[in-house]
């Protein structure tokens, strides 16, 4: 199953922050707000359309995030107001490579491939 992503700017004027749609074909079935800054990426939420939870496109989702935006860490705070309750919800983003860092805070490192290119780059 491939998920398209489609960028767009929020309205509320934060200077690097995206909020992004996910599609597969032309059913909306998530969006997720990301933060750009010169040292690491923001997730400040991903969410799946209620109609379409339950199918794994939350995982779809967050791999093609891993998968976009791997040439910078990428940070997060857990939602202690989530459904899935916190453990549940560390677990699901762990699978993802992402590092519990204590409190809500978690953190997934740039791709080292990436790392390695950025060092010949800034050479």
Not at 9 to 37: H, K, M, Q
Request: charged residues 25%; glycine residues 8%.
């Amino acid at each position: 199953m491939k998920v398209s992503i489609e960028a767009f700017e929020p309205t509320n004027g934060i200077p690097g922050e995206v909020r992004y749609e996910f599609s597969l074909g032309d059913i909306l079935i998530g969006i997720a707000l990301i933060s750009t800054t010169s040292e690491f990426y923001f997730l400040h939420f991903i969410t799946v359309m209620p109609d379409d939870r339950g199918k794994g496109y939350g995982s779809l989702m967050l791999q093609t995030i891993c998968d976009k935006f791997n040439d910078k860490p990428i940070h997060l705070e857990l939602d202690a107001s989530s459904p899935l309750g916190l453990d549940k919800l560390r677990a699901w983003y762990e699978k993802y490579g992402f590092i519990y860092l204590g409190g809500e805070n978690m953190v997934r490192e740039a791709s080292p491939l990436c790392r390695h290119f950025q060092t010949l780059w800034s050479r």
